[in-house]
C-alpha cells in the first residue's frame, strides 16, 4: 500500500541554522506530495505541495522538490526561526476520487534562541 | 472563501459516557471529509472518511463511528466511551474531483480526555 516515511526526531537547531527533514514515500499511483505544519495545541496547516515529478513547493523560506526517481520530498530551509518550533508532517494523496491522504509520524522541530 | 468549523476544542469525559464531535465546511459543495485521531506524541491515524451524504468508509474498526447527515457536515460518535479514546480529533475536508493538486484542509482540532 502507499506509505509515507520521514525521520521523526526530535529535531533541535539553534536559530538560523540550515534544516533539512528528510521524506520518502512509496505510492501504487502517481501522488501529489505536500508538508503540512502543526503548532501546539492546533490543526495542521499546509505549507507546501508539488502535484508532479521535479515540482518544487516553496512557502516562508521552506522548500521541497517532488524526486519521482527516489521517491523523495524532503524539505529544506536556510535558516531557521524560534517561531518554525512544531511539528511537521509530509503526507501525499492519490485517487482524486475518494481521495485519501497519507501522512508521516511527524518529525518535531525545537529551534533555541 | 472555505471555512471548517470543528467544536468542542476540549473535552473532558468519563468512562462509559457518549460522544458526538461535530464538524462543518462552508464555502464549498460535495467535499470529502474525514476524521483523524492524532495520539500524543504520535501521527495521524485515519478513522474515518467519507466522499457523500450518508457514505461512510471506516479505516479502523473500533468503539468510534461516524455519520454524515447534511453535505457539508460530519459527526463523530460514540455510545461508550474508553480510556483508550483519549486523544486530539482533526476533521478535515477536500474538494472532490477537480484535480491532482487538491489539498486537505484541517479543523482546529478536538482534544478529549477520557477519565
Known amino acids: 500500500g502507499d506509505s509515507v516515511t520521514q525521520m521523526e526526531g526530535p529535531v533541535t537547531l539553534s536559530e538560523e541554522a540550515f534544516l533539512t527533514i528528510n521524506c520518502t514515500y512509496t505510492?501504487?499511483?502517481?501522488?501529489?506530495l505536500f508538508w503540512y505544519v502543526q503548532y501546539p495545541g492546533e490543526g495542521l496547516q499546509l505549507l507546501l505541495k508539488?502535484?508532479?515529478?521535479?515540482d518544487k513547493g516553496s512557502n516562508k523560506g521552506f522548500e521541497a522538490t517532488y524526486r519521482k526517481e527516489t521517491t523523495s520530498f524532503h524539505l529544506e530551509k536556510g535558516s531557521v526561526q524560534v517561531s518554525d518550533s512544531a511539528v511537521y508532517f509530509c503526507?501525499?494523496?492519490?485517487?482524486?476520487?475518494?481521495?485519501?491522504?497519507?501522512f508521516g509520524p511527524g518529525t518535531r522541530l525545537s529551534v533555541l534562541p | 472563501s472555505q471555512t471548517i468549523h470543528q467544536w468542542p476544542a476540549t473535552l473532558v469525559q468519563p468512562v462509559g459516557s457518549p460522544l458526538s464531535l461535530e464538524c462543518t465546511v462552508e464555502?464549498?459543495?460535495?467535499?470529502?471529509l474525514y476524521w483523524y485521531r492524532q495520539a500524543a506524541g504520535r501521527g495521524l491515524q485515519l478513522l474515518f472518511y467519507?466522499?457523500?451524504?450518508g457514505q461512510i468508509s471506516s479505516e479502523v474498526p473500533q468503539n468510534l463511528s461516524a455519520s454524515r447527515p447534511q453535505d457539508r457536515q460530519f459527526i463523530l460518535s460514540s455510545k461508550k466511551l474508553l480510556l483508550s479514546d483519549s486523544g486530539f480529533y482533526l476533521c478535515?475536508?477536500?474538494?472532490w474531483g477537480t484535480g491532482r493538486n487538491t489539498e486537505a484542509f484541517f479543523g482546529q482540532g478536538t482534544r478529549l480526555t477520557v477519565v
Open positions: 478535515a475536508w477536500s474538494v
Open positions: 505510492a501504487t499511483g502517481y501522488p501529489s
Open positions: 508539488a502535484t508532479k515529478a521535479d
Open positions: 503526507a501525499l494523496s492519490v485517487d482524486n476520487y475518494g481521495q485519501n491522504f497519507v
Open positions: 464555502g464549498t459543495s460535495n467535499p470529502n
Open positions: 467519507s466522499v457523500g451524504i
